[in-house]
């Protein structure tokens, strides 16, 4: 009788499915490529760091968030320098009101670096990455102009200042001399 039971039960349970060979190759090549990928970024972080550092992309993105946010701002021709003719040339770009002076919003700008048509043509910027403005005063013919410390790491401070005067200049075509203040002290 039991066996009777045994038997007629086993006829109501349903067979078990097997994976096909093609959903196990799926599943098998899947994991491969998941631990592949998590090894390639951890052995590729380093470089994907000292690469967002270098670029300062993350302070372009934090820029870009409150350019977004603010409704404020106004086009100035920002000049950059062109490394194939050592040209300086001036590119448009918006830069976010900031309450101060046009002198101020138009460094703040040049600050930033180039702009993304600039930088498709291969433009660049002498000026350190991370150089804060200070302040800036224009008295007549003289721009005085006080930076952070890290605008005296500037790989040519020729080119840089020039990239200042030529900016300033388009505000106030009166501006003649530059007198470039590091921590308030005199370059």
Known sequence: MIEDLQDEFSSYSKPRKQ???KTVLFIMVFVLWAIFSAVYIFISLPKIRSALQETNAVE???????YKISAESSPYELYFVN??????QPFTANVIYSGSDEYHDALE??????TDQALSRGYLSYIAKGTRLIGVTVSGKYAFINFSSEFADSSN????KTQILLTLQKLNSNIRNLVILVNGTEL
């Open 83 to 88: 490394p194939a003719n050592g040209y300086v």
């Open 19 to 21: 994976a096909s060979p």
């Open 109 to 114: 700008g040049l600050l930033l670096g180039p």
């Open 60 to 66: 372009i993105i934090k820029n870009a968030r409150t």
């Open 157 to 160: 401070m020729e080119m840089a």
